[in-house]
């Protein structure tokens, strides 16, 4: 499972931070920092979303849907298609 999840975050274009609410306020920034940190690390090209509320209230979805960043050319030459 641990490689799927990586290979799903090698091959995404769009990067959706979910669940961020549940950490812990104090240590909420330094630990958001640290995942996007992770996440830029094994794919530098993807766009990483932190959404502003919890629950995606007034989440704008067109910033995930109909993004036109996919690419099948460069798709196809990733070690992983």
Avoid: C, R, Y
Wanted: charged content about 30%.
């Amino acid at each position: 499972i641990v490689q799927l999840l990586i290979d799903q975050i090698e091959f995404a274009n769009v990067i959706l931070l979910n669940k961020i609410d549940l950490l812990l306020s104090g240590d909420k920034e330094s630990s958001i920092e640290h995942i996007k940190a992770v996440l830029q690390k094994l794919n530098p090209k993807a766009t990483i979303i932190v959404p502003d509320k919890p629950k995606f209230e007034e989440f704008d979805a067109g910033k995930i849907i109909n993004t036109e960043l996919f690419d099948m050319d460069e798709a196809q030459e990733s070690a992983g298609w």
